[in-house]
């Protein structure tokens, strides 16, 4: 079961938003948020099964699964193709792009900042970058099931698609001379950020319009992927017209 998802804020949403296909709860565990989950499941007309301890310890390296997995729709990560999403053209769009970011805590903590910032949407290359795995289910805590995720074939044709539909991108870089904080946003904007070691590639920078970054006075140079996302994200909402 590669879609397995597992946590209760995870299969909550999950079970919420009806994006899966059977609720795994353990018998021998009981409390009254899983038996919320229980009812919203069997009103959905989902499957319940309930599995014994020895099940999640087979299924799972550790005891975060806290006794509750579901098994998720595939469909429900990428109903609308990304140009599909785009001829929506009444509303302002503000899209996330990871450059080959490949570790699913990072990947799962941005789906929670794309949530907590209502982005349009998550955009990363199929090659070289993770996708939503259990591990990214679980760190996002639900947002999976309502942030739009496009996984594309080429990123500079797909900024290309961006740029016709009229939006500005910008890159967080940590060479560039210009500050995020002496920038102004408006109209569709996306935002590129690089891969854990190797940052943005350069094919990637060059379709950019313009590359900022994070000023820094303390002795950290760099800055987690996921931090610096937070930080790039709060500052262009808020000064987003």
């Avoid at 990428?78 to 990871?98: G, P, R, V, Y």
């Avoid at 002795?219 to 709060?234: D, K, P």
Wanted: net charge neutral; with cysteine; hydrophobic share 40%.
């Amino acid at each position: 079961m590669t879609n397995l998802i597992y946590g209760i804020h995870s299969v909550d949403s999950a079970v919420r938003s009806n994006h899966v296909d059977q609720l795994f709860v353990c018998q021998d565990r009981n409390s009254e948020k899983m038996g919320r989950i229980i009812e919203i499941a069997q009103k959905n007309k989902i499957p319940v099964s309930f599995m014994d301890v020895q099940w999640f310890k087979r299924s799972f390296s550790d005891n975060s699964h806290q006794f509750i997995a579901a098994s998720s729709k595939k469909e429900s990560f990428s109903k609308l193709s990304l140009e599909d999403f785009l001829a929506d053209a009444t509303k302002q769009h503000f899209f996330l792009i990871l450059d080959e970011v490949q570790d699913p805590h990072n990947l799962g903590a941005c789906f929670r900042i794309a949530s907590a910032f209502d982005l349009s949407g998550i955009i990363v290359p199929k090659n070289n970058s993770v996708g939503i795995t259990p591990v990214v289910s679980k760190v996002a805590s639900g947002a999976v099931n309502h942030i739009p995720f496009f996984s594309v074939t080429n990123l500079s044709r797909t900024i290309d698609l961006l740029k016709e539909h009229n939006f500005f991108i910008y890159a967080a870089d940590g060479y560039s001379e210009l500050s995020i904080y002496d920038q102004s946003f408006s109209g569709n904007v996306a935002l590129v950020m690089g891969s854990e070691g190797k940052g943005i590639r350069r094919l990637t920078k060059d379709k950019c319009d313009l590359t900022f970054s994070i000023p820094m006075s303390g002795s950290i140079e760099s800055l987690n992927v996921s931090v610096a996302t937070g930080i790039c994200v709060s500052e262009i909402r808020r000064n987003l017209k």
